[in-house]
């Protein structure tokens, strides 16, 4: 199956490479059309691509997701004055929640309606994909940090059950990040800032009427906030785009590198006494025992991706089909064991769609499969470096999914949406030294039905009621430990049998636009509640380390409302105030079980972000605000005295645009200097004096300068 598929692949590519050539060898030299020149007052990344269907500009992708019946997010991340990590492309949204570990171009975890949350790392509970492609391997784990938020022209948010890929069945939905192409962004960006931070983009592109191609290259360094927390990414993107009538293909191909130190958590007190600081700093039990320099945790993280889609037709009948192939290696080496893992994932979907007088149709099948090789060892407390291999294993991800859609427009108001999605997914796992095995296999059904209302041009109404259904990765399959961390020879590794977590979710809300002052006021607003049976709980350990994961056995229920507004205002004179507010409730607790009536920790309760901005001419400067507004629970037995305590971070940017070529921008954060955590170890249950707590950035700087070809 795999030399198969292999092949298929290389041929895919070769045809679409001979397609490219043959192109554009009848084509005559010219010059690339002139284009637009982004501004930062704001930016506005160009919808005038060739390849419509493959790379959808906002207005199109805007109206596709307008069709569903649920919580959804257009972002455009080259409107941000800085674009660096993650959180700096997706804050300011409505129902998506980036928790910050170390500040830097490490692994925050990304919650969508509290899927994965307990992951540690972040590993699961939301597809990530890369111009309509999985990024996830087939087990359903990715690595957060690869993602290269400047490469991408728009992202897609489909939260929760909303999710239209085949293969996205989790509570948590999909983010999709479309790739810049042609000559969109051709810019030389250099920046740096505080905690040693420097960073560097080169992006390039070409265009005519059939081909447009694109190339970029970026850098980043940080020496960290904390001591040891280092961060290192060097990244490659590439597209290939060719298109005739009504063929599009286009071509991917990416490759980063990706480094950095883990600081690991430290005690509520010492948090507040020293956030810099780690185990290691004194000489307590806990810092002798647990000293962060001797073990070096870090994680060393690589992947070169190559991608194909074509789509043919026309909207009466289309369709598209991809095919990619990834290699990932890893080395996530924690203070008591190195996880090495190296892998391949490969994977083809395809789509047909097309009308039927007044229903929308659509019919996808996907496919997915990864072979992973995965090796455990003891890490030697005096200096980090690797002991005996306690644990080999050969693991095997498969996944088969298929989707039927509609789409019923009764009326010119009214829709009626329906799908169903049927997947079988496989989990295989042998340890090589032991000859053990446990093979897992899943069938689910994954529904959904929903109502789109648009009483009027500038609002729309939605409900749905959708099943979610979201298998274990590897991660939560196969456990490594050191249960007595003085001692390495202690390492022990087990399989875990687990089950399938399943939701029923109901929602409700719409978006619209209404005026004021003479200026659109966007709005939006989704209310959620979700049933949940066998919740996966990932806990760590009392030193903070991976612990294991079970379902939980009783019943669980996640609810929230995810809420935002956005537009402008005049000012006195000539300029605008530019505002967006994104408000995130998110109420989860314990039905019933060991824990009944308890929080769920993991997931802020009330997590508001808001900006505003003065432009005028070339100008833009104004305040922000991210405001955690309550405590928040680390562990299931919500024990007094550990929990994240509320905070509020001040922020202000200033950007400036010269000309048509030359612009920048000067930021500023935390600029209260506040003590807070970031983020958290999740436990069963915790003590005050245990190592919980990430600190979270101190005050800090960033400057840049661009250069727009």
Known sequence: MT???????????????????????????????????????PVVVSGDSLTRALDPGPQQAAAELKTVPGGTNLIQPQQEVRLITLRDALDYQPGVVVQEFFGGLDQPRLNIRGSGIQSNPLSRGILLMQDGLP?????????ISLLEPRNAGLVTVRRGANALSPGASTLGGEVDFQ?????????????????????????????????????????????????HSSSERSSFQGNLGFRRGTFENRTYLSYTDLKF???????KARMYEDPRSVLGDGNTPQDLSNNVYKRDPHRDSS??????RSYWGTDALNQTAGIYWQRTNDDFTNPQVANVTDGDTYGLVWQLAGKAGSVDYRVALDWQRSDMDRDLYAIRPADGSRLQRFGAYDLKAENRSALVGVDWHVTDQLSLVGDLKYTQAVRDARERNTGKSLDQDWDYATPRGGIVWRPAATQRWYANVSRSNEAPTFWEIVNGEVPAPMNPASAVTSMSKLDLQRALTYEIGGDGSFNVAGRDLNWTMSLYRSNVEDELMSVTNANGTPAGTYNYAGRTRHQGIEAGISGSLPS?????????????????????????????????????????????????????LRWLMSDTETNHANAPGTQQNAYALLGFKVAYEHDAHWSGYVQADNLTDKTYASSYAIRNTATPAMPIFLPGNGRSFSAGVAYRF
Do not use: C
């Open 135 to 143: 990024l996830n391997d087939a087990d359903g784990s990715f690595i």
């Open 3 to 41: 030399s198969f598929v292999l092949r298929q692949l290389a041929s895919s590519l070769a045809l679409g490479a001979l397609g490219l050539s043959s192109a554009y060898a009848q084509q005559t030299a010219q010059a690339p059309a002139p284009q637009a020149v982004p501004s930062l007052a």
């Open 572 to 624: 006195p004179g000539e300029g605008l105030f530019d505002y967006r507010i994104a408000y995130t409730f998110s109420d989860f607790r314990f039905r019933s079980g060991e824990y009944q009536g308890n929080r769920i920790a993991g997931v802020p309760r009330h997590l508001l972000s808001a900006e505003v901005m003065y432009r005028l001419g070339g100008w833009r400067f104004g305040p922000n």
């Open 179 to 227: 790739s810049l192409t042609g000559v969109q962004s051709d810019v030389i960006r250099l920046g740096g800032g505080s905690f040693g931070t420097r960073n560097l983009t080169l992006s390039k592109g070409f265009e005519d009427e059939r081909m447009d191609g694109r190339f970029s290259f970026g850098y980043d360094k940080s020496d960290g906030y904390r001591h």
């Open 261 to 267: 130190d883990i600081p690991q958590p430290i005690p």
């Open 303 to 308: 992947q070169f991706r190559i991608a194909n």
